[in-house]
């Protein structure tokens, strides 16, 4: 059998880049990962913050009770981060010494990364501790990463509708820019985010980031037992843990969407999706930004390479 044709129906390059993402996710990603699903799928109640039992089930209650109750406050993911999410005061960042595999000494050409991502609320991530040897280390992980994509959300909604009033051209819908935050999520967990940082302070901070999230999954890896599963991951140290990583966020992205789409004001009571892709692409998210069932994820923007969302996010913004 030969390989499958490649996408051709698509309305705009927004559409093209998410069928594409589709693409990958089923033919690469679900089939190959999905025997390791179960080994690396975290518990938000099982991370060790909560003692014996956790109060709540679901991502929004829980995250809300780490940061409110158990963190009081601290480590909030939007800290030093600027709170106009769609500002233009740093320009777009597109020179080689700040994205990642940009042409050393050339500032003409390469990937540009929006406003949008300069002020990633992730600031709980760079503060994760990495000396916890309970075990839990999936699960810990994945209360953390729930925690950046809530207050991401948060502070995107906060200043979406002012920045839709002064950009009125703009395409760009709720649900996408939720997307769009959450594909770069899935980049900083995967260890390929091409954002490095404004400053040398940013630029080490960033730095620091990635070698705790190498450090976890180094925790992770050695949480696992020898059960043919954990064989999968050896030598992946010495790459950074990308298969681990990647395999990882497939387990969990569920999980993180949920999160990022928590409504407790209800300004995603009537968002939707820009495409089908509920049901096998049978209907689109009926509110929430989010599927019905099992699978609530509506976005295959997180397996599509950065560079090209960026490329896609400048041109409809």
């Given at each position: 059998?030969?390989?499958?044709?490649?996408?051709?129906?698509?309305?705009?390059?927004?559409?093209?880049?998410?069928?594409?993402?589709?693409?990958?996710?089923?033919?690469?990603?679900?089939?190959?990962?999905?025997?390791?699903?179960?080994?690396?799928?975290?518990?938000?109640?099982?991370?060790?913050?909560?003692?014996?039992?956790?109060?709540?089930?679901?991502?929004?209650?829980?995250?809300?009770?780490?940061?409110?109750?158990?963190?009081?406050?601290?480590?909030?993911?939007?800290?030093?981060?600027?709170?106009?999410?769609?500002?233009?005061?740093?320009?777009?960042?597109?020179?080689?010494?700040?994205?990642?595999?940009?042409?050393?000494?050339?500032?003409?050409?390469?990937?540009?990364?929006?406003?949008?991502?300069?002020?990633?609320?992730?600031?709980?991530?760079?503060?994760?501790?990495?000396?916890?040897?309970?075990?839990?280390?999936?699960?810990?992980?994945?209360?953390?990463?729930?925690?950046?994509?809530?207050?991401?959300?948060?502070?995107?909604?906060?200043?979406?509708?002012?920045?839709?009033?002064?950009?009125?051209?703009?395409?760009?819908?709720?649900?996408?820019?939720?997307?769009?935050?959450?594909?770069?999520?899935?980049?900083?967990?995967?260890?390929?985010?091409?954002?490095?940082?404004?400053?040398?302070?940013?630029?080490?901070?960033r730095e620091q980031l990635?070698?705790?999230?190498?450090?976890?999954?180094?925790?992770?890896?050695?949480?696992?037992?020898?059960?043919?599963?954990?064989e999968r991951y050896n030598?992946?140290?010495?790459?950074?843990?990308?298969?681990?990583?990647?395999?990882?966020?497939?387990?969990?992205?569920?999980?993180?969407?949920?999160?990022?789409?928590?409504?407790?004001?209800?300004?995603?009571?009537?968002?939707?999706?820009?495409?089908?892709?509920?049901?096998?692409?049978?209907?689109?998210?009926?509110?929430?930004?989010?599927?019905?069932?099992?699978?609530?994820?509506?976005?295959?923007?997180?397996?599509?390479?950065?560079?090209?969302?960026?490329?896609?996010?400048?041109?409809?913004?």
């Amino acid at each position: 059998m030969g390989p499958k044709a490649a996408v051709t129906d698509y309305s705009d390059a927004k559409d093209f880049l998410d069928k594409i993402g589709q693409q990958v996710y089923k033919e690469k990603v679900q089939s190959d990962a999905e025997t390791y699903k179960e080994a690396l799928t975290g518990q938000l109640s099982l991370a060790s913050i909560w003692g014996e039992s956790a109060a709540f089930s679901e991502p929004c209650d829980l995250v809300k009770e780490y940061y409110t109750k158990r963190l009081n406050g601290k480590r909030y993911p939007c800290e030093k981060r600027s709170p106009v999410r769609f500002s233009d005061e740093y320009g777009g960042q597109c020179t080689f010494n700040r994205i990642k595999d940009n042409k050393s000494d050339d500032n003409a050409c390469g990937a540009c990364a929006p406003y949008r991502r300069l002020h990633l609320c992730d600031y709980n991530l760079e503060k994760m501790d990495t000396n916890n040897n309970d075990g839990n280390a999936k699960h810990n992980l994945l209360l953390d990463v729930c925690m950046a994509a809530k207050y991401e959300a948060e502070s995107l909604q906060g200043y979406y509708g002012q920045h839709q009033q002064t950009n009125k051209d703009s395409a760009s819908q709720l649900c996408t820019v939720l997307a769009r935050s959450f594909a770069d999520i899935g980049d900083i967990v995967r260890g390929r985010d091409l954002y490095l940082g404004y400053d040398q302070k940013e630029k080490k901070q960033r730095e620091q980031l990635d070698k705790k999230l190498k450090d976890i999954f180094k925790k992770i890896h050695e949480d696992m037992t020898n059960n043919g599963v954990k064989e999968r991951y050896n030598g992946d140290e010495a790459n950074n843990f990308f298969q681990l990583r990647e395999d990882w966020w497939n387990a969990n992205r569920q999980q993180v969407w949920k999160a990022l789409t928590c409504d407790e004001d209800k300004k995603l009571s009537n968002a939707s999706y820009f495409r089908p892709t509920c049901n096998g692409g049978k209907s689109s998210t009926p509110n929430q930004c989010r599927c019905d069932g099992a699978n609530v994820v509506p976005t295959y923007f997180d397996y599509v390479p950065q560079y090209l969302r960026w490329f896609e996010e400048w041109a409809e913004d």
